[in-house]
């Protein structure tokens, strides 16, 4: 089967009901060799389109990833971007704010870390904890010491969307790229990723006790996905929503968007013009000598 990219697409502007899309689809591949086979060919050319990216110096790609916990994030970054040349990408993980960033706005800490041009940024979790955990757990907002008008709870998350359409819009004017990725996984699917956490000894360190209380509060993170992904998916930065039951299906699926994107960039190796071209045969000349 052929992956159709833009069926996991969220449409600018569209109402948003996690129910309604799927976090199991048949599967692309017909066995784990096939699997290997198509998920090797994907990295293979991203791996020569970012020789080229870097090269062509003009594009900076940043590839975010949000989920719920045992989603498998970790997993499909390790997977999907293995064959890639390390210098050429960047991966960051945010967890808590630390008491320096506290003191800034909720996007400097990721700011910091956006990727240079020519490389691959990759956020395993991002400034959308802002409007994610913080919303289903208000009481966050507090250490944040924002102005009391700031935290008026009836268009704070209005106003951190149009901060972020904003900051990606200006990325996006100057050369930086977004693709967003939420890895959709059902409640029972995460159930039983945590179960084996706690019975595999090798995935122990894995588990931990705010896993459970996390997953209580399921629906209010459903909610606060479904309008961040309603309010913040735009033409020029879009989320795709990736169907997460089956951890192989989900990579290939990621794999083939980036794949997609990078080859719609028009990027290409620098032209040599026929002066340069001169002087390397003069370089040459004095190599041979």
């Not at 599967?27 to 080229?52: A, W």
């Not at 808590?96 to 240079?116: G, I, Q, V």
Request: aromatic letters at 10%.
């Amino acid at each position: 089967m052929k992956i159709k990219t833009g069926d996991f697409r969220v449409k600018p502007g569209a109402r948003v009901n996690l129910k309604k899309w799927p976090t199991l689809v048949d599967p692309f591949y017909q066995s784990k060799e096939d699997y290997q086979s198509i998920l090797t060919k994907h990295i293979s050319e991203m791996d020569e389109l970012q020789r080229i990216l870097y090269a062509h110096d003009r594009y900076a790609l940043l590839l975010i990833f949000q989920a719920m916990d045992a989603a498998g994030k970790d997993g499909a970054i390790r997977h999907v971007m293995s064959g890639l040349n390390p210098q050429g990408c960047q991966v960051y993980s945010f967890k808590s704010p630390s008491a320096e960033e506290l003191d800034h706005d909720f996007l400097w800490r990721t700011t910091r870390c956006l990727p240079e041009r020519g490389r691959i940024g990759i956020f395993n979790r991002s400034y959308y904890e802002e409007v994610l955990i913080v919303r289903v757990h208000p009481e966050i907002l507090e250490g944040q010491r924002l102005p009391p008008k700031s935290l008026r709870e009836d268009d704070i998350w209005e106003q951190r969307y149009r901060s972020i359409n904003g900051m990606e819009a200006h990325l996006h004017r100057n050369g930086t790229r977004i693709l967003k990725f939420f890895l959709h996984v059902s409640k029972e699917e995460q159930r039983k990723r945590l179960l084996k956490r706690i019975d595999e000894p090798e995935k122990n360190w894995k588990f931990n006790s705010t896993d459970l209380a996390e997953r209580e509060l399921w629906d209010k993170y459903m909610d606060a996905y479904e309008a961040c992904l309603g309010a913040t998916s735009t033409k020029k930065s879009p989320w795709f929503v990736v169907p997460a039951d089956d951890k192989e299906n989900a990579r290939l699926i990621i794999s083939k968007v980036i794949l997609e994107y990078m080859n719609g960039l028009g990027i290409k190796y620098p032209t040599v013009t026929p002066a340069r071209r001169k002087e390397l045969r003069g370089f040459r000349k004095m190599l041979e000598k």
